[in-house]
């Protein structure tokens, strides 16, 4: 596995695309501050034709695979 940089990610429509650890997902660079476990916080999302949408994502333990794992 290669991690690497993309532009963007297609989303074509009446398609679900999941982000996800170890497969696409986001990474944060120059954070001003280290993220905390249980820790959440707002991120706008940029999309070309449907304009800004803001998440709210939730920090989980490293090696998580993240909600609902046992």
Known sequence: ???R???YIDLPADET???APGGDHVMLFQLK???QEGQSFPLSLT???AGTLEVEVKVYPVGSAGPGED
């Open 1 to 3: 596995m290669r991690m």
């Open 33 to 35: 501050t280290p993220l």
């Open 17 to 19: 695309i999941e982000l």
């Open 5 to 7: 940089q993309v532009e």
């Open 47 to 49: 999309f070309e034709k």
